[in-house]
C-alpha cells in the first residue's frame, strides 16, 4: 500500500473539560501509546488497537478531579471523528463488520455498519459501580460518542458474563475486531457497497 493510501487521521479537541489528542492509522499493526490518566481506560484502548490491528497514540489531560465521564466521553467522541476522517469515502469497503467473541465466561456481540447513520444498540449489566477508576456507567456512553461521532450503526450485546473486568474488555476487543472487518478493503468492491451510491 503506497502511503498516499494509508488510512489515517489526527484529531485534535481542547474544551474546558479536556484537551485531547489523537492518532489513529487504520491500516495499521497494533501499535498504542495511550494516556488518558484512567488506568482501566488505557488498557481497554491498547487492546482495541492490539486486536483491531490499529495503530493508536492518545494524550488526554481531563478534569479528572470531577470524574472521569467528561474524559470518556470526550475520547469517544474524537476517536469518531478519527474513524470517520480515517476511512474517508468509504470506497471499496466491507461497510459491516461482526464478531461474537468470547473472554473466559464472558460472551460478547458486536455488529457495526458503517452506514453513515448513527445508532447505538446497548445491551449489558454489571455488577460493580467501576473497575479500578473507570465508572462502568461510561462504557455505554462512550460507545455512544463513538457512534454518533462516527456516524455508524453499532450494536453491543452482553450474551454471558458475570466479571466486569472481562465483560467490558470483551466489548472493547469484540468493537476492535468488527471494526477491522467492516474497514477491510475488498477487491471485489469497485465503488461504494450501497444501492445509493454513498454512504
Not at 487504520?26 to 481506560?41: C, H, L, P
Not at 488505557?42 to 487492546?47: E, G, V
Not at 471523528?81 to 473466559?104: F, H, N, Q, T, V
Request: proline letters at 1%; one cysteine or more.
Amino acid at each position: 500500500m503506497a502511503v498516499s493510501e494509508i488510512r489515517q487521521a489526527t484529531v485534535k479537541r481542547k474544551t474546558s473539560e479536556t484537551d485531547i489528542a489523537l492518532f489513529l492509522r487504520i491500516d495499521g499493526s497494533g501499535e498504542a501509546e495511550v494516556d488518558t490518566g484512567i488506568g482501566f481506560f488505557d488498557h481497554m484502548l491498547k487492546s482495541f488497537a492490539k486486536h483491531g490491528l490499529f495503530d493508536l497514540k492518545l494524550k488526554v489531560t481531563g478534569d479528572l478531579i470531577v470524574d472521569c465521564h467528561h474524559t470518556i466521553e470526550d475520547v469517544g467522541i474524537v476517536l469518531g471523528e478519527a474513524i470517520k476522517e480515517a476511512i474517508g469515502d468509504k470506497m471499496s469497503i466491507r461497510r459491516y463488520g461482526d464478531i461474537i467473541l468470547p473472554m473466559d465466561e464472558t460472551l460478547i456481540m458486536c455488529a457495526i455498519d458503517l452506514s453513515g447513520r448513527p445508532y447505538l444498540g446497548f445491551e449489558s449489566t454489571f455488577t460493580a459501580d467501576s473497575v479500578g477508576y473507570f465508572d462502568t456507567q461510561m462504557v455505554k456512553e462512550f460507545f455512544y460518542a463513538i457512534s454518533y461521532s462516527a456516524g455508524m450503526n453499532l450494536h453491543i450485546r452482553k450474551i454471558a458474563g458475570e466479571n466486569d473486568h472481562h465483560i467490558i474488555e470483551g466489548m472493547f476487543k469484540a468493537f476492535a475486531k468488527a471494526l477491522d472487518e467492516a474497514t477491510v478493503k475488498d477487491t471485489r468492491i469497485k465503488t461504494i457497497l450501497s444501492t445509493k451510491g454513498s454512504l
